[in-house]
């Protein structure tokens, strides 16, 4: 899923070619990618577009008569810009026509989770917005006082919308690691220097990557929009060593998710229990990664 860093350089992006321009229509091509009736569609054909903002891991484009569509990509929707005279690629699930060009709303697999919405008022926009806290722009002590809020283990915490806005799997992981802090950690066990850590890694790491993927777009529309980036210290790494001491890099496995950590770095050696794995190898299951079995 496209999160902070990925969202906020889309807006940039698409701010750049659409600010000040009217929307001449959006052509839905799925019937479930739009998820609201009120007010119809048709509403925003003659807008111009007044903002391109991101709210959490959505994207919003404000139009004049205090109306937004927001586009939530979830895991597999991405966004492209297709140039006027230069036909969309296949199957594209919505079209937003400009004169000059097309911002069109693609999703990979067969389940359609990304969506459109057009609201109206602040009010409505205001609705949609989890509450979590803009994670580069808290104080330490805003950061702190949300992560200990709710007792949980770090991962979720990082990722919990409600929580911090724009964090999801990809950069929790990255976080973490920066961080030198076990994702099953419980977030109000930490001390306070575990708390500034985990504060100046999030920071770190979500302005390294923004910036990062700013200059590796250029100025052509992000195209190569991925969770899996080269470059990444762990998430997605499984078995590769660990930039900073070597060591294979491990995984839990839940859901339709993973967690990519370094034992040596962030728990002490200890290797986490991963559900499919421990569960396959039960007294086999190697308790650290200096002892195995």
Same mark, same amino acid.
Not at 248 to 273: D, F, H, M, S
């Given at each position: ?7 906020? &350089?889309? $807006?940039?992006? &698409? ?11 959006? *052509?839905?091509?799925?019937? @479930? ?14 807008? *111009?577009? &007044?903002? &391109?903002? #991101? ?30 005279? +230069? +036909?969309?690629?296949?199957? /594209? ?5 400009? /004169? ?17 919405? %057009? ?42 919308? #409600?929580? @911090? ?14 961080? *030198? ?12 220097? =575990?708390?500034?850590?985990? @504060? ?8 390294e990557w923004t910036q990062r993927l700013r200059e590796e777009s250029g100025g052509? @529309?992000?195209? *190569?929009?991925t969770a899996f980036r080269e470059g990444f210290a762990v998430h997605g790494r ?23 950590? $370094?034992?040596? $770095? ?14 396959? %190898?039960?007294?086999?299951? /190697?308790?650290?990664? =200096?002892? /195995?079995?």
């Open positions: 899923m496209p999160e902070l860093p990925d969202i906020t &350089v889309y $807006c940039e992006h &698409v701010e750049k070619r659409v600010q000040g321009k009217a929307l001449e229509e959006v *052509k839905l091509n799925s019937l @479930f990618v739009l998820r609201t009736a009120v007010p119809p569609i048709e509403a925003v054909r003659g807008k *111009k577009v &007044v903002g &391109v903002s #991101r709210l959490g891991k959505r994207i919003v484009l404000s139009l004049e008569g205090d109306l937004h569509l927001v586009i939530h990509l979830m895991i597999a929707g991405r966004l492209h810009w297709v140039p006027a005279g +230069k +036909k969309p690629g296949r199957g /594209p699930l919505a079209i937003v026509a400009f /004169p000059d060009g097309s911002l069109t709303l693609t999703e990979a697999g067969t389940k359609r989770r990304a969506s459109i919405h %057009l609201v109206e008022g602040s009010a409505a926009l205001a609705a949609m917005n989890p509450g979590g806290i803009e994670p580069l722009t808290a104080t330490r002590e805003e950061f702190v006082a949300r992560l200990v809020s709710e007792n949980h283990t770090l991962k979720r915490s990082l990722t919990d919308p #409600r929580l @911090f806005s724009g964090i999801g799997n990809a950069y929790s992981d990255e976080i973490l690691h920066r961080a *030198k802090l076990s994702p099953i950690a419980m977030s109000r066990s930490l001390g306070e220097e =575990d708390k500034t850590r985990l @504060f100046q890694a999030t920071r770190q790491v979500l302005s052509e @529309f992000p195209e *190569k929009v499984y078995g590769k060593p660990c930039p900073v001491c070597g060591s294979p890099v491990q995984r839990i496995v839940y859901a339709e998710n993973e967690t990519n950590y $370094c034992a040596r $770095c962030q728990t002490g050696g200890k290797l986490l229990a991963d559900r499919s794995l421990s569960r396959l %190898l039960k007294k086999s299951w /190697p308790k650290s990664i =200096d002892k /195995p079995g």
